[in-house]
C-alpha cells in the first residue's frame, strides 16, 4: 500500500453514476479499494445519486406497514394516558376495519422523512467535507444529522393530520386523511403546524447521537462473514439506538400528541402543554411515561427494520457496499 498526498478531488465518471473522493489520509491498494487509516474519523460514502434518498424511503415503507398497529396502541396510551390493556381493548372495540384507519398519513410522512433524514444527512456532509475539508469529522456529522432532522419537521402536517386520524374522538369527524386535511383548511394554515415547536425539540436533538453512534457501530464491529449476519448487526445496532432514543425522547411525544389532538382554539407552546399534561397525571412521572414498554418494543422494531432494510437496500439494490474516507 502506499499513501497518497493529495487534496479532496472529484472524479465523475462517463456514466455519471459513481464520484471517487480521495483524501491525504487515504489509503489504496494494489486492487483500487480504499482503506481507513484511522478509524475513529470515518466517513462512509455512496456514490449513486439519490441512492440515500430512495433505500431510506423503501426502508419506511417496510416499517410501517408491518408496525402500524402497535403505533395505534401506544398512541392512545400517550394521548388518554391508559394502560395498554385498555388501549388495546379499545381498539378491538372499534373493529378490524379500523385497525389501519390513519395509516396513509403516517405512511406519506415516514416514507419521505426517512428519505430525508438519510439524504440529506449524506449530501451534508459530502457538501460539508467538500467546502471545508478540515472540519473534524464528527463536527460534520453532527452538524448534518442536525440538519436533516430539522428539515424532516417540514412534514408536520402530515403527524398533525395522524393524530387526528388515531384520535377516537374524531372518528365520525373525518371520514378519512384527504378529507381530514380538506376540512383542517378551516381553522387556517397555522393548524397544520400546531405541535412544530415539539417536534423541531425532538427531531434534530435525536438524530444527532443516532447517527453518530451507528456510523461508530459500522466502523468498529467486526465485518460481517455472511447476509444474514450483516442483517442481524443492522437490525441489533438500529434497534437498540431507536428504542433508547425513543425512551429519552417520549415525553416530549407525549407533549406533541396532546398539542396536535386539540382542533381549533389557542396555540400552547411545549412547556404549557407539559404542565398540563402533569396536572392531570397528579405530577407522576410514571404516568408521563405509560405507554413506555410498548414504545420500546415498537421502537426496537421499527429502528431495527429501518436501519437493516436500508442496508440491505442500499447493497442489494444499488450495489453500494460503500467508499470510505478519513479526515484529520
Excluded at 473534524?136 to 402530515?158: D, M, N, Y
Excluded at 422494531?301 to 457496499?321: H, P
Aim: aromatic share 12%; hydrophobic share 40%; charged share 20%.
Amino acid at each position: 500500500m502506499a499513501r497518497e498526498d493529495i487534496q479532496i478531488t472529484k472524479d465523475i465518471h462517463s456514466n455519471g453514476q459513481e464520484a471517487v473522493l480521495q483524501h491525504p489520509l487515504v489509503l489504496h491498494n494494489e486492487e483500487g479499494t480504499i482503506t481507513p487509516t484511522n478509524t475513529r474519523s470515518l466517513i462512509l460514502f455512496h456514490f449513486k445519486p439519490h441512492s440515500e434518498f430512495l433505500c431510506g424511503w423503501g426502508a419506511a415503507f417496510v416499517n410501517i406497514t408491518l408496525t402500524f398497529p402497535i403505533n395505534k396502541i401506544m398512541f392512545r396510551q400517550q394521548l388518554h394516558g391508559v394502560r395498554s390493556v385498555k388501549a388495546i381493548v379499545q381498539i378491538k372495540n372499534e373493529g378490524i376495519r379500523n385497525l389501519y384507519r390513519g395509516l396513509l398519513s403516517p405512511l406519506l410522512q415516514k416514507t419521505t422523512s426517512m428519505a430525508i433524514m438519510f439524504g440529506i444527512y449524506y449530501e451534508c456532509q459530502r457538501w460539508l467535507h467538500e467546502q471545508v475539508p478540515s472540519m473534524w469529522v464528527p463536527e460534520t456529522r453532527a452538524i448534518s444529522a442536525l440538519i436533516a432532522g430539522t428539515a424532516e419537521a417540514s412534514l408536520c402536517p402530515f403527524e398533525r393530520i395522524q393524530v387526528l386520524m388515531q384520535d377516537r374522538n374524531y372518528q365520525h369527524r373525518f371520514n378519512n386523511t384527504f378529507h381530514a386535511f380538506r376540512e383542517l383548511r378551516h381553522y387556517g394554515f397555522r393548524e397544520y403546524y400546531r405541535g412544530l415547536s415539539a417536534i423541531l425539540l425532538r427531531n434534530g436533538p435525536s438524530n444527532v447521537p443516532f447517527f453518530l453512534t451507528r456510523d461508530y457501530l459500522q466502523e468498529t464491529l467486526p465485518p460481517a462473514q455472511s447476509t444474514a449476519q450483516k442483517f442481524a448487526q443492522d437490525f441489533l445496532s438500529g434497534a437498540f439506538l431507536g428504542a433508547m432514543l425513543s425512551t429519552l425522547f417520549y415525553p416530549l411525544n407525549v407533549v406533541k400528541v396532546r398539542m396536535q389532538s386539540h382542533l381549533g382554539g389557542e396555540f400552547e407552546g411545549v412547556l404549557v402543554i407539559f404542565k398540563k399534561v402533569m396536572e392531570e397525571r397528579n405530577y407522576s412521572f410514571r404516568k408521563l411515561f405509560r405507554g413506555v414498554p410498548i414504545n420500546y418494543t415498537r421502537s426496537f422494531i421499527s429502528w431495527g427494520i429501518i436501519n437493516a432494510t436500508y442496508e440491505f437496500l442500499m447493497k442489494n439494490i444499488f450495489n453500494e457496499n460503500g467508499k470510505y474516507m478519513t479526515s484529520s
